[in-house]
């Protein structure tokens, strides 16, 4: 029976989505699951993850993981691995985990498949599939000759269960051994948005070049604010400097797959779908009948996005 390991983050007591619904899928697997949280305090987030189907889960709880440090964290994680006797890792495919996996798969010499949109731990070969060039085509990966396996998921692909808040898990800690660093982290300036990271949104407003300038961009906000939403944004405007870069969505932004993704004003080049075709439904405001974005859209409006944006914010009011 493999070992699943989930590699969980979390703020607070808070643990992301991603890892949510990874616990959930390795704890419906019927493996024995162990939760692996990094940070400076995982006293809650530790619990959370009991909650959730962990039944061991080891901390590494120290002032100077606060921050997240490529060598610190590769360290720690390969170590519990070990000592988890882990074979199956998962971690939802954020930047953080991007940055951690392939360094850690490097030093187990494990197999590593990020960026994944499904996977069967059913299938004793562990196969998952990854869309490649642009969500073109979807690659069907499996593992060889590798005795860890770490597969890193797209957030928002499976479902959250419902947590048992009686549930605990065995607990151990690891220590940090990693001294003699070549880079620390001193400081991390937080942005102040309050709304959800776009790889975790479940709910994502978009607005591109149709919005006209940086003024036109502020019709998105009551209409994401109504929604409970996250604004995005297309690389146009984010070069024009109309929103900061954590807003672009695309190839050379994020990659998100919420429930609902609302385009304002967004042509539909290929680099912005690359970014945001794995969202459940798509809803395309465009004034030119003939955008490529209405191509992938489930729902398409043809109309000016100064006149339909409010119509559909009040909408909106009304129905929530
Ligand atoms: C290597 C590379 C990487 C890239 N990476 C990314 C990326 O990560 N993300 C990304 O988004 N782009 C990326 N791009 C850029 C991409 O090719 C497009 O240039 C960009 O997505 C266009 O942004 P846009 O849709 O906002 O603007 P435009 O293409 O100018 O489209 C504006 C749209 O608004 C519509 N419109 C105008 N006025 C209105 C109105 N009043 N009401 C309704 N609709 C209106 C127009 O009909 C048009 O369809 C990349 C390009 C390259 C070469």
Redesign the pocket.
């Known amino acids: 029976m493999p070992n699943v390991l989930v590699f969980c983050e979390f703020t607070g007591d808070q643990l992301k989505n991603g890892s949510l619904e990874l616990l959930t899928l390795a704890k419906n697997s019927g493996n024995p699951v162990t939760a692996l949280l990094i940070g400076d305090d995982c006293s809650l987030a530790a619990k959370k993850a009991a909650h959730y189907g962990a039944h061991k889960v080891i901390v590494s709880s120290d002032d100077s993981l606060k921050n997240y440090n490529s060598e610190v964290f590769s360290d720690l994680v390969s170590r519990a691995i070990i000592e988890a006797s882990s074979n199956i890792v998962l971690a939802s495919s954020t930047t953080l985990a991007k940055d951690l996996f392939p360094r850690v798969a490097a030093r187990l010499n494990a197999g590593l498949a990020s960026d994944c949109v499904s996977i069967d731990l059913q299938d004793e070969k562990l196969t998952v599939k990854k869309p490649l060039y642009s969500d073109k085509c979807t690659a069907e990966v499996t593992f060889q000759n590798s005795e860890q396996k770490i597969v890193l998921m797209r957030a928002n692909q499976l479902p959250i269960g419902e947590p048992d808040s009686t549930a605990s898990a065995e607990t151990s800690s690891l220590a940090v051994e990693s001294t003699n660093l070549s880079t620390i982290i001193k400081d991390i300036v937080k942005g102040t948005s309050e709304t959800l990271d776009l790889t975790e949104a479940n709910i994502i407003v978009a607005?591109?070049?149709?919005?006209?300038d940086k003024e036109g961009y502020k019709i998105l906000e009551p209409l994401a604010k109504t929604l409970g939403a996250t604004l995005g944004?297309?690389?146009?405007?984010?070069?024009a400097e109309w929103v900061p870069h954590s807003y672009?969505?695309?190839?050379?932004?994020k990659t998100v797959a919420p429930s609902l993704y609302i385009a304002?004003?967004?042509?539909?080049?290929?680099?912005?779908l690359?970014?945001m075709t794995g969202s459940k439904v798509i809803v395309a405001?465009?004034?030119?009948p003939e955008?490529?974005?209405f191509k992938k859209a489930t729902y398409g409006i043809v109309?000016?996005?100064?006149e339909?944006v409010p119509k559909l914010t009040e909408e909106f009011k009304n129905l929530l």
């Open positions: 607005g591109g070049r149709g919005l006209r944004a297309s690389r146009a405007i984010v070069d672009q969505v695309g190839q050379t932004g304002c004003g967004i042509s539909g080049a290929i680099q912005h690359a970014g405001i465009n004034k030119d955008a490529p974005i109309g000016d996005v100064f339909v």
